[in-house]
């Protein structure tokens, strides 16, 4: 099993910055790649961005590309993404996810909350 734990949501500014971390315990060394989900109120869960273990190759929703950036420390079990310029389309709650296979998420973390103001 693999616990998933999100932080460093909040409430930002249209044009802002945050860094949500997603740190990773149990049998971490089973995931094939890490995820980033978010979900708006009323709307599905969409993919943002993911990032494999090995070679640490990156994928990224178009929505999300040039301004949101996933990175990892397999020292610390933690992955990162960063988001920039910030608008209010990107208030969700955003989740991390861990697939052993290729896109096969089958851990989710609990979610944080990104609010963006206009």
């Known amino acids: 099993q693999v616990q998933l734990v999100e932080s460093g949501g909040g409430l930002v500014q249209a044009g802002g910055s945050l860094r949500l971390s997603c740190a990773a315990s149990?049998?971490?060394?089973?995931?094939?790649?890490m995820g980033w989900f978010r979900q708006a109120p009323g709307e599905e869960r969409e993919f943002v961005a993911a990032?494999?273990?090995?070679?640490?190759?990156?994928d990224y929703a178009h929505s999300v590309k040039g301004r949101f950036t996933i990175s990892r420390d397999n020292a610390k079990n933690t992955v990162y993404l960063q988001l920039n310029l910030l608008t209010p389309e990107d208030t969700a709650v955003y989740y991390c996810?861990?697939?052993?296979?290729?896109?096969?998420?089958?851990?989710w973390g609990q979610g944080t909350q990104v609010t963006v103001s206009s």
């Open positions: 990032i494999t273990a090995i070679g640490s190759n990156t």
């Open positions: 996810a861990g697939a052993q296979r290729p896109n096969e998420y089958i851990y």
């Open positions: 149990g049998r971490t060394v089973s995931i094939y790649t």
